[in-house]
């Protein structure tokens, strides 16, 4: 697509429950991101796939985050039994993975509001 | 271990005037250092970089950054800014010498008024 795209834009959800956000990169892209933007806190990394290889997960908070990705295109970040302080926006971004100097490129974001 | 520094929370000028939001940033090696701007509800756009070459940097909407290697600084720059400017600003850093993702800093609020 032209652009990186997230889903849903929005997410309300009860303590306990299981969510899944969804990320669509650019075509072409082989490097994926996934942010957590909390309130006053900037991003914070989570987790980077590049191609086929290993993941980097060396970001998830806790092991009730996971994410996927099949092959060079849509992931998914998975927040199981969620907790209060999961609420935040989860960015995901792409870029052509091999090329360090490029910039990332953002979708808009999932809001997650845990109540 | 990578890191940013962004020492304000919001800077705020007026209309006109000249702006510079502060970054400075830790690296092991030599860095690849980012300008994003985030509007309200939005994601991040990519301003500018610095890569290699000359230390100013010039990027989107009348932005530049000046790259300071002995004061290990990064800072973004307007000469006149316009209160569509107001936004927040990130600086992020990626270590040049081998794999790493790239680090943000928290954030600068950006507020200009007419």
């Known amino acids: 697509g032209a652009g990186v795209s997230q889903s849903p834009s929005n997410k309300v959800t009860e303590k306990g429950k299981d969510v899944e956000l969804r990320c669509d990169p650019i075509s072409g892209h082989t490097a994926l991101y996934w942010y957590r933007q909390r309130l006053g806190q900037g991003l914070e990394f989570l987790i980077y796939f590049q191609g086929n290889s290993a993941p980097d997960k060396s970001g998830l908070p806790s092991d009730r985050f996971s994410a996927e990705r099949t092959g060079e295109s849509v992931s998914t970040l998975t927040i199981q039994r969620t907790q209060q302080e999961d609420s935040a926006v989860y960015l995901c971004a792409s870029s052509l993975g091999l090329d360090y100097t490029g910039e990332l490129f953002f979708g808009e974001g999932s809001r997650l509001t845990v109540l | 271990a990578q890191s940013v520094a962004q020492p304000e929370d919001q800077v705020n000028v007026a209309e006109g005037n000249p702006l510079t939001v502060k970054c400075t940033y830790s690296?092991?090696?030599?860095?690849?250092l980012f300008w994003y701007v985030q509007y309200p509800n939005r994601g991040l756009q990519f301003l500018l970089k610095y890569i290699t070459g000359d230390n100013l940097v010039k990027g989107s909407y009348g932005f530049e950054a000046e790259f300071n290697k002995s004061q290990t600084s990064f800072h973004l720059k307007k000469p006149s800014a316009l209160v569509s400017d107001s936004a927040l600003y990130f600086c992020a850093v990626r270590d040049m010498s081998g794999y790493s993702t790239l680090t943000f800093g928290k954030g600068t609020m950006l507020l200009v008024s007419p």
């Open positions: 690296v092991s090696g030599n860095p690849y």
